[in-house]
């Protein structure tokens, strides 16, 4: 007997629930919700949300700590010495600067903060000390350290894990059929690749991707696949942001129900992971922004991103509240 799309998402919630994944071939039918289903699908994936991570909200927040000249050739971003972006360049801040920003991360909610720089990794000993130095000020204001540098040499990544660094943030940015479209100047296994290094250091990992470079739902799934044999610990949901003078500068955005689609595919196919939701949210999501968590997310990126104005963190705050949620302490 043939089961209708609503049975096939019930059966998979409580799949999902009682503690089984779910297969390829049962992601790739959820990801034909439509209409009434996809209601369905968002009730469910927020099911798992609150049964697997409750109902507080992981807040982070970053700092852009080296800007642009970027030697890789990523299609979306705009810190690329590849194309023509008018982003900004300037080499790694003071470690005053990081504090300063690290504080204020803290006042806004934020109970993770991140170290983030522009460049293929870091190759000047003296900017590592340098952030090994902000790491430490990170931790100092009891905030959990985080750093996204790159692709780090194995004794950098061991040098700041001793300095104090708490998790290392590395996204794949897609599948790994989609990713030749994306980045021509690394592979996909080096991203994965560092990111099983620092798992095996012991230090907490995150990595996700960025929404709506071209991309299918079927890259969306083959990408939460890689990350749950990854074992990543947090999976940040990045929507583009369409930056002119890259190849995606005139990309469309994709519609914001199909961004909460792919965010509850997101939770079904990694049900006790963090689901992050950061870059571009506010411009892609619309309206329907709030809806993130009730499409299974459970944390998000608060203040600005790289190089765009991120929402004003009050109004995030004040959202929460309305959701009867909690940032996480």
Known sequence: MTTTLREQITAAAEQVLSGD?????????LAGCRGADLV????????????FRG??????????????ACSEDCRYCAQSSHYGTNGPVYPLIDVGKIAESAAAAKENGARRFCIVTSGRGIDDDGDLRAIARGIEQVRALGLSSCATLGALERDQLRFLQEAGLNRYHHNIETSREYFPEVCST??????????????????????????????SMQDRISMAFTLRGLEVDSVPVNFLMPIPGTPLGAMPPIPPLE????????????????????????????????????AGADGFMIGNYLTRTGLAPDDDLRMLRDLGLEPKS
């Open 21 to 29: 994944l779910l297969e390829r071939s049962q992601a790739a039918a």
């Open 40 to 51: 369905d699908l968002l009730a469910s994936a927020n099911r798992i949300r609150d049964h």
């Open 55 to 68: 109902s507080s909200v992981d807040i982070c927040s970053i700092v852009n700590a080296k800007s642009g």
């Open 186 to 215: 690394h592979t996909f296994d080096e991203r994965l690749e560092l990111l099983e290094f620092a798992r095996s250091l012991g230090l907490s990992t995150c990595s996700g991707g960025i929404l709506g470079m071209g991309e």
């Open 259 to 294: 961004g909460l689609h792919a965010i509850a595919l997101f939770r079904f196919l990694l049900p006790d992971k963090e689901i992050r939701i950061c870059g571009g949210r506010g411009s892609a999501l619309g309206r329907l922004h709030p809806l993130i968590f009730q």
